[in-house]
């Protein structure tokens, strides 16, 4: 984003926070263990598999 894109988007009345930071990624491995799902992943901590059904 370049500095006047952020001070248009600024201007705006309903904008509080601008961050240029995008982490971004997924967290696959930890929503598997919550949602109890059957795959099993190759290297994976299989103490946390523990289905529920």
């Known amino acids: ?22 982490p971004g ?7 598997r263990v919550l949602l109890q799902t059957d795959a099993v992943v190759q290297g994976a901590n299989q103490s946390f598999y523990n289905p529920i059904y």
Do not use: C, K
Not at 4 to 20: H, K, R
Not at 25 to 31: I, K, L, P, V
């Open 1 to 22: 984003m370049t500095v006047a894109t952020a001070l248009n988007l600024a201007s705006f009345p309903e904008v509080e926070w601008i961050d240029d930071e995008n």
């Open 25 to 31: 990624g997924t967290f696959n491995e930890e929503m």
